[in-house]
């Protein structure tokens, strides 16, 4: 449990919209876990979990939104695409004086956020955190980590899946997200280059050598947001993107009595090339389920009398990268920083 959670405002219950979904459920889970209050919001009554507070709103619904706002600190926005979700949610929570939190992967939504929320969440005094899940939010984290101990003018994102067994949320998202995907060259967002570069990466016992095929993320768009970055460019295991094009692959099951799956990640956020590399190192279970752990971590510290940053920030911006990781290194992750 978090060292944060002993002062937490718990008069102020955390809000997770798309609690009915995957991803969701985790979220929901991980927040009674840690004794916080939660109010659980959907689009669907029947897909909401039982034993908290439950509320409606369609996301075109600003007056059910506001309603199922109420009496919130934080909300955390589960439902994608976000590039349809995260500005009505976002523009409820301002409305209500509530922070807010998602899980994006989708650069263009990220991006968008930052763009057109930054100014109005400063107004409202209140945080907005795009991608602060598995994808977007943990690179950002190590990236930020690696940056508190030199410079991290050149970064490389390796991620090792050793099974991706996508939700119906990732199929409906990458069916709507068409938007091209962008790097980081010379200080500057730029469509990647197809067809996408593939090389090869040697990660951790479990994984070994790999063959990678560049696929940036949202950690893209939040790494350039806060950390100087000149060069970034990311890479995923190419089976799993096989897999994840495969229509046939199924959903994830679960195989332990938390619900994740058996699905094993690293994570490497790499500065620098050859011997000199500095490394900070991410392991664990589930993509999905440990987006969990964070983002609840970051609505838990953003409830607190003592959280006073505003605008729409980066993960790693919002708060210490490396007290934020170590909060989830006993249970949730393996951690190898420098």
């Known amino acids: 449990m978090s060292k944060h959670s002993g002062t937490a405002n718990k008069g102020q219950a955390i809000a997770v919209y798309g609690a009915g979904g995957h991803t969701g459920r985790f979220v929901v889970n991980e927040a009674l876990r840690r004794g916080l209050a939660v109010v659980a919001i959907g689009r669907d009554a029947s897909r909401l979990p039982a034993g908290v507070p439950a509320r409606v709103a369609a996301i075109d619904d600003a007056a059910a939104l506001d309603a199922a706002l109420a009496g919130c600190g934080v909300v955390i926005n589960c439902a994608g695409p976000f590039l349809d979700t995260a500005a009505p949610v976002i523009e409820a929570a301002l409305r209500a004086g509530c922070g807010y939190v998602d899980v994006t992967a989708e650069q263009a939504s990220a991006q968008a956020v930052f763009e057109r929320f930054d100014a109005q969440a400063r107004e409202a005094g209140v945080a907005v955190v795009p991608a602060a899940g598995f994808y977007g939010g943990l690179a950002d984290l190590l990236a930020s980590a690696l940056a508190a101990d030199g410079p991290v003018d050149d970064l490389s994102v390796a991620i090792a899946l050793d099974h991706w067994w996508p939700t119906e949320g990732t199929r409906k998202t990458g069916e709507r997200n068409q938007v091209p ?145 170590k909060a989830l290194a006993a249970r949730d992750l393996q951690l190898q920083l420098g």
Do not use: C
């Open 181 to 325: 995907r962008v790097v980081l060259q010379d200080g500057q967002l730029v469509r990647m280059a197809t067809p996408a570069a593939e090389r090869d990466w040697a990660f951790g016992t479990g994984h070994g050598l790999q063959t990678m095929v560049e696929l940036p993320f949202s950690e893209i768009i939040t790494i350039a947001r806060h950390l100087g970055v000149r060069n970034l460019r990311s890479w995923l295991t190419l089976a799993s993107l096989q897999q994840i094009r495969d229509a046939n692959t199924p959903p994830p099951e679960a195989s332990d009595a938390q619900g994740r799956s058996a699905q094993r990640f690293e994570m490497v956020v790499q500065a620098g090339e050859g011997a000199g590399a500095r490394r900070a190192v991410a392991r664990g279970q589930d993509i999905y389920a440990v987006s969990a752990p964070l983002v609840v971590e970051a609505a838990e510290r953003m409830l607190q009398p003592s959280f006073s940053r505003s605008g729409a920030l980066a993960l790693g911006e919002a708060f210490d990268a490396k007290d934020f990781l």
